[in-house]
C-alpha cells in the first residue's frame, strides 16, 4: 500500500471550508512517499494513472470525472490538486471515507489510488414517541424520503430540528435519539434503515416571571399584559401555565405596547432568559427599560383635501395633552384586526380611496411632548374595472353574482368588499373559511382594480337517517335537504348528479314513524322569487297522525289525532333602517282532527279545530361570515302570529258559554264518582262547550328572541341569548287555546309536535318537563304555558373549522321557565343549569352534537334538584 495522501472520514459536509484548510495544511507540510519509492517535495510530475478502490456502485471513470484530476495533467505532490480532487468528491455528497494514495512513481511520472465508499442511502424510517397522523410532517419537514443520502448533516439537523420544534410548542426537555442500521443483502448499494426516538416529556410549566427595571407599572400588571404566558395558578382554568416559546415571543411584544399605552414610548425589552428549576418547572426573567412617560401635543394633518381636519380629528378621538398611546395611535388610523373598524384608513377606503396611505411621523418630541402629523396621500379614487367569481364548480354565477355588493364601475369601498364576503358565506354553499377577495391589476395611475372572489365548494345537501327508541317504541327517521336546489332542471336528465343542483333553492322532504305516529313533510324555498329582488318565497306541507295507547301498550288505531297543514310565506330584505333587516309574513293553515282521542291532553276527544293565522316578523341578522361558527355581531327577530277575531262576527255568546262552562265544571266536581250519570252529562256539556269555543281557533302569539356574538380572544367566542314567547286571547270568556303552547326543557326537538307546539331548549333538564303546576293535582300539567322566557350564556372554541367537518367545544349557563298566565309571571323564577357540549357540522348529516346539563333546580312537582341530564342534539343549533 502506498501513503496516504489524505484521509477524510464520514466529515459532516456543513464544515467544508474548514476542511479545506486542513487538508491544504496536510498536503503543504506532510511529506507524501511510498514505502519504496521516493520523491522530491513540492516537484511538479505528470499523473500517468488513476486507480479506484472502495465499496462504491459508481464507475472508476465517473468518479475520476468527479475529481476533476486528468490522466496526462501536471500535478504537485503534494499540492492543491489533490487537495481539490478530494473537496470536490465531498461537494458532491455521494461519498464517504475518502482517501488518496501515491501508489508508485517512475522519474517524473505519478501513479494514484482513490479509495472511497458510497454514502448509504435511506431505506426505511421509523418514527417512535409521536402519533401518525404526524410522521408524514416529520419525513416531509427533513427530507426524509426513501433513498435521501444519509450524511452526518442530515442526522444532526434532523435532531436540532425536532428538538426546536417541540421546544416551540412547551415540550423543553424534549430529547431525540436517531439510530442508523446498515442492511446486508445481496444488493450492492450501500443501504440503511433509520430509527427516531422521540422522547418529548411533560410540557414545561412557567413556576414564576420576574421583572426587573420596572417601577412604573407592577410586576402584577406586566405579567397581566402577557396573554399567553402565565405562571403556576391553580386557581386558573382558561389560561395554562405551560411555556409556548412562540406565545413568550408575543408576549414580550405586548408588555412593550402596555407600556406604549400609557405613554412610555421608549419602554424596551433590554434582556429576557429562562433558567430550568431543581423540580423541573422553569423561571422566566425579563429585565425592562421603562423611559419617560410621554403626552400629545399638536396634531396636524397633512394632505387631506377630501376630509376636513375637524372631521379627521372626530375620527382620530385623541386629543392634544392626553396621555401618548402608540398602540391606540395605530388602531385609530388603521385596525386590521376588525376590517369594519371605525378608522380613518377605513373611512377613505369606504368611500374609493384604496390607493390612499395614511402614516403617522412624529415631528417633536420636546419636553415629553409629542407633535405628530398624519400624512396623507389620498390618491385617485378607484374603481371596479372588473369583478369575477372562481371556484364554483355547481352554484351557477347568478346565484353568486346577485349577492355581490361590488359592481364593474361602481367606486371602491372596502366595507362593500366585507359584506359581499360575509354575504356569500352566509349562502351556505362554500366553506366560509375559505372565502377570499383577491385585488388583481390595481392601476393608481388610472384609479382602477379588478376584484375575484375566491370561493371553495362544500357539500350542501344532507340526509338525515337515524333511529332510536322512544315514546313506548322504535322511532326511525328519513331527511332529505337539498341546500342549494335547482327545481328547473328537475326535468332534465342529465342534470341529476346526483339531484338538479346550483340554483340555490331548497327543497326538504322528511318522514318520521314509530309505531304510535307517523309524520310526513315537505318545504321549498326561493330565495330570490323572480331573479331581481332579494325575496324569497317559502311553502310547506305536512300531515301527522298519532295514535293512543291500547291494551298491552299497544296502538289503538280506532283512536288516533290527525295534522295536516300548509303554510305559504315570503321575505323580503329591507333598506330601511340597514339591509340587515328582513321582513317576513306568512299564511298558514292546520286542521286538527280527533276522533275518539280521549286522553286529557284536550278537554275533547272527538271532533276538529281550525287555525287559519298570519304570522309577521321582522329580523335582523348581521353575524361574521360562518354560520356554523359565528364569531361577531348579532341575530334578533320579533314575530306575532294572529288568527282573526271570530269572536266579534260569529254571533257565538262566549261569555254564557264560560258560565256554563263553570257550571258544568261545578256538577263533574260535586258528582259521586267518575262513573255517575251526573259526572258523565257534566263531561258530555265540557267536550260540546270546548267544541264550539275551539272550532275555528282564536288568538294571537308575540315571539321574541335575540342573541349576540363577541370574540373575547382569538377564537374564543362569547354568545348570550335572551327569548320570550307570550301566547294570548282577544276574548277573555273564551279563554286561552289548547293548542300552540310553550314547552320548556330538555333539547328543544322533540319526536313530533301534535298541536303546533313549540319546544323550547333548555338543557340540564328532560324534554318539555318545565310546565306550570295544575292547580288541581299539584302536578306538572300536560298543557304547556302561556309564558315563557329563557336567558343562556355560551362560550365556544372551535377545535377545527375545515369544510369537511366543522368542530367546537361549549360551555353554557342557562336559566328559564314557562307559565300560565301574567299573573304567575316571574321573570327570575326560573329553573338554572349549566353544563358542557361538543358540536360536530358535516355538509353531508347536517349538526351533531351532545350535551351534558347539570339541573340546579327541581322539576316542577319535585323537591330534588333534578342533577344531570345528557342530551343528544341532531340537525339544530342554539
Known amino acids: 500500500m502506498g501513503k496516504q495522501v489524505n484521509n477524510l472520514v464520514k466529515l459532516p459536509a456543513i464544515t467544508y471550508l474548514k476542511y479545506f484548510f486542513t487538508i491544504a495544511f496536510f498536503a503543504g507540510c506532510m511529506a507524501v512517499q511510498a514505502q519504496d519509492v521516493n520523491y522530491i517535495k513540492g516537484k511538479k510530475y505528470i499523473l500517468e494513472d488513476i486507480s479506484v478502490l472502495g465499496n462504491t456502485s459508481f464507475g472508476d471513470q465517473t468518479i475520476v470525472s468527479y475529481s ?314 378607484a374603481y371596479f374595472n372588473t369583478v369575477s367569481v372562481v371556484g364554483n364548480d355547481k352554484t351557477n354565477d347568478h346565484v353568486i353574482y346577485r349577492e355581490l355588493r361590488t359592481r364593474p364601475g361602481q367606486l371602491y369601498s372596502k366595507a362593500n368588499v366585507v359584506r359581499t364576503v360575509r354575504e356569500l358565506g352566509q349562502l351556505g354553499f362554500f366553506d366560509a373559511q375559505e372565502i377570499s377577495p383577491d ?180 329580523s335582523r341578522n348581521n353575524t361574521n361570515v360562518d354560520p356554523i361558527f359565528p364569531t361577531g355581531g348579532s341575530k334578533f327577530s320579533i314575530t306575532g302570529k294572529f288568527s282573526l277575531p271570530y269572536s266579534l262576527f260569529n254571533g257565538v255568546d262566549y261569555e254564557q258559554l264560560s258560565d256554563e262552562y263553570d257550571a258544568a265544571q261545578q256538577q263533574a266536581a260535586n258528582a259521586e264518582s267518575t262513573l255517575s250519570p251526573e259526572y258523565i252529562a257534566a263531561n258530555e256539556k265540557i267536550t260540546e262547550i270546548d267544541q264550539k269555543r275551539f272550532n275555528w281557533l282564536e288568538f294571537y302569539k308575540i315571539n321574541f328572541k335575540g342573541e349576540w356574538y363577541t370574540e373575547i380572544t382569538k377564537n374564543l367566542v362569547l354568545r348570550p341569548l335572551v327569548e320570550f314567547g307570550f301566547l294570548g286571547a282577544y276574548n277573555q270568556d273564551r279563554g286561552v287555546i289548547p293548542f300552540e303552547r310553550f314547552f320548556v326543557g330538555g333539547d328543544g326537538l322533540g319526536n313530533y309536535s301534535l298541536d303546533g307546539r313549540e319546544a323550547i331548549q333548555l338543557r340540564g333538564y328532560p324534554n318539555q318537563s318545565l310546565t306550570p303546576l295544575d292547580e288541581t293535582t299539584g302536578r306538572a300539567s300536560n298543557d304547556g304555558g302561556t309564558i315563557y322566557n329563557k336567558y343562556s350564556l355560551e362560550l365556544r372554541y372551535p377545535i377545527t373549522l375545515k369544510a369537511s367537518a366543522k368542530i367546537y367545544a361549549l360551555a353554557f349557563l342557562e336559566a328559564g321557565g314557562s307559565y300560565d298566565s301574567f299573573r304567575d309571571f316571574s321573570p327570575f323564577n326560573v329553573n338554572r343549569s349549566a353544563g358542557l357540549g361538543i358540536r360536530i357540522f358535516m355538509p353531508a348529516f347536517g349538526l351533531l352534537g351532545i350535551d351534558f346539563g347539570h339541573g340546579f333546580d327541581p322539576v316542577p312537582g319535585k323537591t330534588t334538584k333534578h342533577g344531570w341530564e345528557t342530551h343528544f342534539i341532531i340537525g339544530q343549533q342554539f
Not at 244 to 250: L, V
Not at 498 to 520: C, E, H, N, V, W
Open 68 to 381: 476533476g484530476l486528468r490522466k496526462g495533467n501536471e500535478i504537485t505532490i503534494p499540492g492543491e490538486d489533490i487537495a481539490n480532487a478530494i473537496k470536490k468528491l465531498w461537494n458532491s455528497k455521494l461519498f464517504s471515507d475518502i482517501e488518496v494514495y501515491v501508489t508508485k512513481i517512475e522519474d517524473d511520472k505519478a501513479f494514484l489510488q482513490i479509495q472511497l465508499s458510497d454514502l448509504p442511502q435511506l431505506n426505511d424510517i421509523k418514527i417512535n414517541g409521536v402519533k401518525k397522523g404526524k410522521v408524514e410532517g416529520i419525513v416531509n419537514d427533513n427530507k426524509l424520503k426513501k433513498g435521501t443520502k444519509v450524511t452526518e448533516n442530515l442526522i444532526t439537523t434532523t435532531k436540532n430540528h425536532l428538538v426546536k420544534k417541540y421546544k416551540k410548542d412547551g415540550y423543553y426537555n424534549t430529547k431525540v435519539h436517531i439510530n442508523t442500521i446498515d442492511i446486508k443483502d445481496s444488493i450492492q448499494t450501500a443501504r440503511v434503515n433509520m430509527v427516531v426516538n422521540i422522547d418529548k416529556g411533560e410540557k414545561v410549566k412557567i413556576k414564576d416571571i420576574v421583572f426587573s427595571g420596572n417601577d412604573v407599572l407592577s410586576d402584577k400588571r406586566l405579567r397581566k399584559a402577557m396573554k399567553s404566558t402565565k405562571k403556576i395558578n391553580r386557581l386558573r382554568i382558561l389560561k395554562r401555565s405551560k411555556y409556548i416559546d412562540s406565545a413568550y415571543q408575543a408576549d414580550l411584544g405586548h408588555i412593550v405596547d402596555t407600556y406604549k399605552e400609557n405613554g412610555y414610548r421608549d419602554a424596551r425589552i433590554l434582556s429576557d432568559s429562562l433558567v430550568v428549576n431543581n423540580d423541573k418547572t422553569i423561571s422566566l426573567y425579563i429585565d425592562v427599560t421603562e423611559g419617560d412617560q410621554y403626552t400629545f401635543g399638536d396634531i396636524k394633518f397633512i394632505g387631506n383635501t377630501v376630509y376636513s381636519n375637524e372631521y379627521l380629528s372626530r375620527l382620530l378621538r385623541i386629543r392634544k395633552g392626553d396621555t401618548y398611546n402608540g398602540v391606540l395611535l395605530q388602531k385609530r388610523i388603521a385596525d386590521p384586526s376588525k376590517p369594519d373598524a371605525f378608522d380613518i384608513t377605513n373611512e377613505y377606503q369606504n368611500n374609493g380611496y384604496l390607493f390612499s396611505s395614511i402614516n403617522p411621523v412624529e415631528v417633536s418630541a420636546d419636553n415629553n411632548v409629542i407633535d405628530m402629523e398624519i400624512r396623507i396621500s389620498e390618491g385617485k379614487p
Open 439 to 618: 385585488f388583481k391589476n390595481a392601476n393608481p395611475m388610472e384609479g382602477t382594480i379588478d376584484m375575484e372572489y375566491s370561493v371553495k365548494e362544500t357539500g350542501s345537501s344532507q340526509i338525515e337517517l337515524q333511529g332510536g327508541y322512544g315514546g313506548g317504541g322504535f322511532i326511525g327517521t328519513l331527511g332529505l335537504s337539498f341546500n342549494n336546489f335547482s327545481i328547473k332542471d328537475i326535468f332534465k336528465k342529465e342534470a341529476y348528479k346526483p339531484i338538479p343542483m346550483g340554483d340555490g333553492q331548497k327543497l326538504a322532504l322528511r318522514l318520521q314513524a314509530s309505531r304510535f305516529f307517523q309524520t310526513y313533510s315537505f318545504s321549498f324555498s326561493e330565495p330570490w322569487m323572480g331573479g331581481k329582488r332579494p325575496v324569497q318565497f317559502s311553502t310547506s306541507i305536512s300531515h301527522t297522525k298519532q295514535f293512543t295507547y291500547g291494551a298491552n301498550f299497544q296502538p289503538d288505531r280506532s283512536r288516533s289525532f290527525n295534522i295536516t297543514g300548509i303554510t305559504f310565506g315570503l321575505a323580503k330584505r329591507l333598506t330601511v333602517p340597514d339591509d340587515f333587516f328582513t321582513l317576513s309574513q306568512a299564511i298558514s293553515y292546520q286542521r286538527y282532527d280527533l276522533n275518539n282521542y280521549n286522553t286529557g291532553l284536550f278537554s275533547f276527544g272527538d271532533g276538529h279545530s281550525n287555525n287559519l293565522s298570519y304570522t309577521v316578523g321582522l
